[in-house]
T-cell receptor, first 113, second 116 residues
């Protein structure tokens, strides 16, 4: 059974630091992986989606990488800002139809000014 | 503005009193789904729908019903709520290409439900 793990569960950094969030999955047979951001009291916002054939995706200060064979993905945030404080979740798609998503429990990031 | 809306946002009810949480999207998406989020358990899928009149169970469907009579709406129905259904509920939608895994998911703001 596919399991998705995100370590650490919480992370605190000062403003301006570059940081990496980790996501690991137990079964490499995934179709794609998506990173989300969740703010308190709000829904999830999709940040980046990486297809299984891709190695990375970039959007602004965010860069997500995927190493399917080792079951790992990282989300790199450059020059962190207090506005980046949120919970970040990753999810893997385990069927072709995209109907079965397995989520990690998230990493809660706090960026202090 | 492209969005997924849910109503109500907050709900307190009592055991056994039927309730419906509505979900609507304005992006003409085929795929819609419901999740519940619980501390320590993360997000778990309740039901999903590939298109109008096509629904299927997710990981935790017990105690829930759904319907998809229109493309834009996907209500979640709790026929006889119980305290273990106290949770934060999210509706999501996406395009459905059906051949390369999930597409970009758009989530609603969430409905916080308390069942006494």
């Amino acid at each position: 059974k596919q399991e998705v793990t995100q370590i650490p569960a919480a992370l605190s950094v000062p403003e301006g630091e570059n940081l990496v969030l980790n996501c690991s999955f137990t079964d490499s047979a995934i179709y794609n992986l998506q990173w989300f951001r969740q703010d308190p009291g709000k829904g999830l916002t999709s940040l980046l989606l990486i297809q299984s054939s891709q190695r990375e995706q970039t959007s602004g200060r965010l860069n997500a990488s995927l190493d399917k064979s080792s079951g790992r993905s990282t989300l790199y945030i450059a020059a962190s800002q207090p506005g980046d404080s949120a919970t970040y979740l990753c999810a893997v798609s385990i069927n072709q139809a995209g109907t079965a998503l397995i989520f990690g429990k998230g990493t809660t990031l706090s960026v202090s000014s | 503005e492209a969005q997924v809306t849910q109503n109500p946002r907050y709900l307190i009810t009592v055991t056994g009193k039927k309730l419906t949480v509505t979900c609507s999207q304005n992006m003409n998406h085929e795929y819609m789904s419901w999740y519940r989020q619980d501390p320590g358990l993360g997000l778990r899928q309740i039901y999903y729908s590939m298109n109008v009149e096509v629904t299927d169970k997710g990981d935790v469907p017990e105690g829930y019903k759904v319907s998809r009579k229109e493309k834009r709406n996907f209500p979640l129905i709790l026929e006889s709520p119980s305290p273990n259904q106290t949770s934060l509920y999210f509706c999501a939608s996406s395009l459905n290409t059906g051949d390369r895994g999930m597409e970009t998911q758009y989530f609603g703001p969430g409905t916080r439900l308390l069942v006494l």
